[in-house]
């Protein structure tokens, strides 16, 4: 796997986002994320968006982080947002989300990010397994679903 750079309106991006727009559909039947977000949220400075490639080329895992500060929805100053975190569903259990999330975290901490934070839900228990297996701990609720029963927030020092 070859991880690469991309803006978060590649054609790549925008077909891996569409399968995890439909994954979460699925999981919550609520139509997908509907967190707004903005191709220049992962733009560096101020976040990253990454696609890996297998070996064929073919897009199978992306993730990104945005830059957030102190805010009405719970974020504090230094957070780096993990969002769209995704492996396609033949590839999964072969370590490629964690490859990307190190990746993430990495550039994060170089852009002066302190502290990784993300946002999921109790019906993804793999990506919960995956986080806290990473050493994220539970935090104080964020974001667009900050009062969804469901959601689950988690924070890792960068």
Same mark, same amino acid.
């Given at each position: 796997?070859?991880?690469?750079?991309?803006?978060?309106?590649?054609?790549?991006?925008?077909?891996?986002?569409?399968? %995890?727009?439909?994954?979460?559909?699925?999981?919550?039947?609520?139509?997908?994320?509907?967190?707004?977000?903005?191709?220049?949220?992962?733009?560096?400075?101020?976040? %990253?968006?990454?696609?890996?490639?297998?070996?064929?080329?073919?897009?199978?895992?992306?993730?990104?982080?945005?830059?957030?500060?102190?805010?009405?929805?719970?974020?504090?100053?230094?957070?780096?947002?993990?969002? $769209?975190?995704? %492996?396609?569903?033949?590839? $999964?259990? $072969?370590?490629?989300?964690?490859?990307?999330?190190?990746?993430?975290?990495?550039?994060?901490?170089?852009?002066?990010?302190?502290?990784? %934070?993300?946002?999921?839900?109790?019906?993804?228990?793999?990506?919960?397994?995956?986080?806290?297996?990473?050493?994220?701990?539970?935090?104080?609720?964020?974001?667009?679903? $900050?009062?969804?029963?469901?959601?689950?927030?988690?924070?890792?020092?960068?």
């Amino acid at each position: 796997m070859h991880i690469h750079r991309a803006p978060f309106d590649h054609p790549d991006a925008v077909k891996l986002n569409d399968e %995890v727009q439909a994954e979460y559909h699925e999981r919550y039947g609520d139509g997908g994320d509907a967190t707004p977000l903005d191709p220049s949220d992962f733009r560096p400075p101020n976040g %990253v968006y990454l696609i890996a490639y297998d070996g064929a080329d073919r897009p199978v895992a992306t993730g990104g982080w945005r830059s957030q500060d102190r805010n009405d929805e719970g974020n504090e100053d230094g957070d780096a947002e993990l969002k $769209r975190m995704y %492996v396609i569903k033949e590839l $999964r259990g $072969r370590g490629l989300a964690r490859r990307m999330l190190a990746a993430l975290e990495d550039d994060a901490r170089a852009a002066g990010r302190i502290r990784m %934070v993300l946002e999921t839900g109790t019906r993804q228990p793999e990506a919960i397994a995956l986080y806290t297996s990473s050493g994220y701990e539970p935090c104080a609720k964020f974001g667009y679903y $900050r009062f969804y029963e469901s959601s689950r927030c988690y924070a890792k020092a960068l």
